[in-house]
């Protein structure tokens, strides 16, 4: 049987309509409207690197100029709508999915208790009562305060003493909970002190929540292979998902369409019937240019913006400078439904400037005024979030 064919302008308008980059960026940026529009991503990834702006506070922005990281804090460590945990990578999600995550603890107890022991050595089993102890005597706790020893051979990026390793693992099997960041780091208090009792004392059966998983997943993806599902929340596993698909398809809740890619190929997924009979009917995006997180929820997953977009997007950080082909951080630039380019910036905020060090258009995309301006126009934008006042372009800055 032939199968509808969504073809690659309709496919990107439906993902981006997903991802909330096809309105122009609007909201209050804080309370309920900053809730819902996490809600609607599922979740954000929370990084470290602050080149411009921390990859969490880039993401909601992009969606929410009116937003500033304070909002989150307020909306995490006061307000309590969200809690930090993991999907792919650590990221914050709505407090409204913490029994759900009941899954995810229950796993990763069980999973990391024999990893850890080969990645950081056995010793943080026996610190896992003393950490415990600690925390509920004494109340919530940053990693330095926890443990004097570090690991006694070097792990490279896993060098934790064991203490440290016995807080994260006592946070991963949901034992303990993130209350709240200063800086970039992390104090755990126990779990109880953190989430609200309505979400605390929520208990659903594992089979609702692969249900959940994988509807959510749909909705927040707008057409999927059951493999993408299964890896959007990182929550169930690729079986269970193909699982899920089957059953699904034999009731018509969902059905089956090729989407077109970039280069013509065209891949199976399954998509809401609804959402197919709408997809030609979708407004284009608008044509303002956007500046993206490198972990937007968009481009998190490489092969598939390839795939939709033609956006081969990498980052170069574990690349020798002189083998890299742009910087080793660079923003991704995104224009209506198509991927404009790579842009290197950084916020020197010592002088409260916007460097724009290179820009390198994709291939096919001419940079004459008008996109420039509108550039320019964006990151004007960008300088409250990023600490500067003013943008400087560099000599040589825009690539051919």
Excluded at 21 to 50: C, E, K, M, T, Y
């Amino acid at each position: 049987m032939d199968l509808p064919v969504l073809g690659n302008s309709a496919a990107r308008r439906v993902f981006l309509a997903a991802h909330g980059l096809s309105d122009r960026p609007g909201g209050a940026g804080h309370g309920a409207d900053l809730a819902r529009l996490i809600d609607g991503l599922g979740f954000v990834q929370v990084d470290s690197v602050n080149t411009v702006a921390r990859a969490h506070d880039l993401i909601l922005w992009s969606r929410q100029t009116a937003y500033r990281p304070e909002a989150l804090r307020d909306l995490n460590d006061r307000d309590r709508a969200t809690f930090e945990h993991w999907t792919h990578d650590a990221a914050i999600l709505p407090v409204a999915f913490f029994p759900q995550w009941r899954l995810r603890f229950a796993r990763d107890r069980v999973r990391l208790s024999a990893r850890w022991k080969e990645w950081h050595g056995p010793a943080f089993h026996g610190e896992i009562d003393t950490v415990l102890r600690h925390i509920t005597d004494h109340g919530a706790v940053q990693s330095a305060e926890i443990g004097e020893k570090r690991a006694e051979k070097s792990t490279g990026w896993w060098d934790w003493h064991p203490s440290k390793t016995a807080l994260e693992y006592l946070w991963r099997a949901g034992d303990l909970a993130i209350t709240r960041r200063e800086g970039f780091r992390k104090f755990y208090d126990l779990t109880e002190r953190v989430i609200p009792a309505e979400q605390l004392n929520a208990h659903i059966p594992e089979d609702r929540i692969i249900d959940w998983a994988c509807r959510g997943a749909l909705d927040r993806l707008g057409f999927a292979t059951s493999g993408e599902l299964a890896a959007f929340w990182a929550l169930i596993t690729p079986v269970e998902a193909r699982a899920w698909v089957e059953a699904a398809l034999k009731r018509g809740e969902v059905a089956q369409a090729m989407v077109a890619g970039a280069d013509g190929a065209s891949r199976r997924v399954v998509i809401w019937p609804e959402t197919l009979a709408r997809a030609a009917d979708l407004a284009a995006p608008a044509p303002r240019v956007r500046v993206l997180s490198p972990f937007d929820p968009a481009l998190r997953d490489r092969k598939r913006a390839e795939r939709l977009f033609g956006f081969a997007y990498r980052i170069e950080i574990f690349v020798p400078a002189p083998q890299r082909r742009y910087g080793y951080y660079v923003f991704p630039l995104l224009e209506g439904d198509r991927m404009l380019g790579r842009i290197d910036m950084s916020a020197d905020r010592q002088s409260a400037t916007l460097v724009i060090r290179a820009l390198w258009p994709e291939a096919g995309i001419r940079w004459g005024h008008g996109r420039q301006a509108r550039l320019e126009a964006e990151l004007d934008r960008l300088l409250p979030l990023a600490g500067c006042d003013r943008v400087l372009f560099v000599n040589e800055w825009l690539k051919t």
